[in-house]
């Protein structure tokens, strides 16, 4: 079992920074697997970014330059650096660990919510 919290959210202007957090405990298999997604009032919940399969990452074009996912290996710990916040990022962003490719199962946290205010 696996279990995700999340935290940094909260109120910024935009152009703001915030740094999201995503605490993983339990057995966690390859932190390859782990990445953020967000959704927004109405829409479905999409990719923000994430660490791909073999170690690089990968970032939705909306933040491409303005978001920074890295980690922390020895704390099981992913980051979700935002800059140049814009009120279009306002979302509930959450923290995802998809083991299923290696047969276990899709894990998400409890979301955090980021709003931008213009």
């Known amino acids: 079992q696996v279990q995700l919290v999340e935290s940094g959210g909260g109120l910024v202007q935009s152009g703001g920074s915030l740094r999201l957090s995503c605490a993983a405990s339990?057995?966690?298999?390859?932190?390859?697997?782990m990445g953020w997604y967000r959704q927004a009032p109405g829409k479905e919940r999409e990719l923000v970014a994430r660490?791909?399969?073999?170690?690089?990452?990968f970032y939705a074009d909306s933040v491409k330059g303005r978001f920074t996912i890295f980690r922390d290996n020895a704390r099981n710990t992913v980051y979700l650096q935002m800059n140049s916040l814009k009120p279009e990022d306002t979302a509930v962003y959450y923290c995802?660990?998809?083991?299923?490719?290696?047969?276990?199962?899709?894990?998400w946290g409890q979301g955090t919510q980021v709003t931008v205010s213009s």
């Open positions: 660490f791909t399969a073999g170690g690089s990452t």
């Open positions: 995802n660990a998809d083991f299923r490719p290696i047969g276990n199962a899709n894990y």
């Open positions: 339990g057995t966690i298999y390859n932190m390859n697997l």
